[in-house]
């Protein structure tokens, strides 16, 4: 909830406020009042002030769990496959099976859905998966990197996904 700040002295009444949860103050954001700015002697009249209460953003609305690393200093490749499916088939199923395949694998995008019952079946959708095949510690080869896409295709074809061509 957004409301005026009268009960700021720093800031001016009318052109500030301050953003609530519950009763806890998040946010102060406004002008600062020009009797301070002229107790301090600053010769500009518009100063902002914009401030936010980090501990209690952090305590109330930061998402637990999140596992943080440290940037890769190797490249990875990145690889695209597409994959013929039945319709009923959940795209993030897919790609949590693809994800399984490997434990270098990350980033995994769906790049392009495709359906036209002529050139991929009726019922059936072409979908194309992005992916990064990484390893923290040094740089994949491209040889690496097929032996993961071939166990990829492998993994997938063995539930009933076609490779595309």
């Known amino acids: 909830m957004i409301q005026g700040t ?8 009318n052109k500030s406020g301050l953003y609530r949860v519950h ?54 490749i990145r ?4 994959f013929v499916i039945d319709e009923r088939v959940p795209v993030s199923q897919v790609m949590t099976e693809i994800a399984s395949v490997h434990t270098l694998l990350s980033d995994f995008q769906v790049v392009d859905i495709f359906r036209d019952a002529t050139k991929v079946g009726t019922n059936k959708k072409s979908v194309t998966f992005s992916f990064l095949i990484q390893d923290p510690t040094r740089t994949i ?22 490779l595309r061509k």
């Open 6 to 13: 009268q009960d700021i002295a720093h800031l001016h009444p």
């Open 23 to 76: 009763a806890d103050n998040l946010i102060t954001f406004g002008s600062l009042h020009p009797a301070v700015a002229d107790a301090f002697g600053l010769t500009s009249k518009t100063i902002l002030f914009f401030e936010i209460d980090h501990s209690l953003l952090m305590n109330r609305f930061a998402v637990s769990g999140y596992t943080f690393h440290e940037i890769p200093k190797y490249p990875g």
């Open 79 to 82: 690889r695209e496959l597409n």
């Open 141 to 162: 080869t491209d040889e690496e990197a097929l032996v993961i896409q071939q166990a990829i295709i492998g993994e997938l074809e063995g539930k009933g996904r076609v």
